[in-house]
């Protein structure tokens, strides 16, 4: 006869649910000026191995229930942490996902085609304007083109 | 000087430029023609489906010449400042 009271809660499920959830809203720290360039990986990982220690968790209340507890809570902490896992993805993917016919954009050495655009005064400027300079301003030496995707 | 360039209308980067404290130029092409024509255009990459640019960085000399450029793999992942300012100081 197991004694149901002496059996172990675990904690894996949801420090797991914890880590995926974190994974998924890492995704937002380039929105809030924090650069993910040195680990763009970071999300999709913290989530990944979050998932990793849930399934670590479910395993030792199914597996092993006669030392831990815990069937139903770590089965609705996998079901979270599976939405948040693929939450992650998801992002990852949408972030890696930009064209790649642009073999065929400007490259070091070639000229750029010049360009009139309105500026955001109502102005209608060219390339080759800007590289005059602005009254009262020295004209630049170099431009540099910043192509963003816009609606921020 | 920098010159930010996209699809958004000019009251749209207005207010991001106000915003963020911004002095230099941001353009508007709200019909993607200079993005097109720089091969920059991700069809359907903005919200309700619109044609928007991929991000892109080039740095041109008084020539027009491409001294430097940029195009990330991952939106998420910013240029590297550092090279930038190299190829920058290398201009005369």
Redesign the interface.
Known sequence: MVDTAARKRTLAPWMGLLLTLLGALS?G??FVGF???PV?WISLLLSLIGFVVVLLGLWGAFGQSTVYKGKLSGSIAAAFSLLFLAVAIVFFWD??H??A???????????????R??????HS?S?TQ??SGSAGKE?????????????? | MPVAISVDAPEVSENLRRKRGYTFPFLSDQKAEVIRRYELLHPRGGPDGTDISRPAEFLIDRSATVRWENFTEDIRVRPRAGELLAAARAIR
Not at chain 1, 139 to 152: D, E, I, N, Q, S
């Open positions: 995704n720290l380039p650069p993910a360039a763009p972030a890696r930009i064209p016919e642009s073999a065929s954009a400007p490259q070091v050495g070639q000229l750029v085609p010049d360009f655009l309105w500026d955001s005064a109502g400027v390339l800007l590289f004209p630049p030496k170099a431009l540099l083109l910043v192509f963003y995707r816009g609606y921020w």
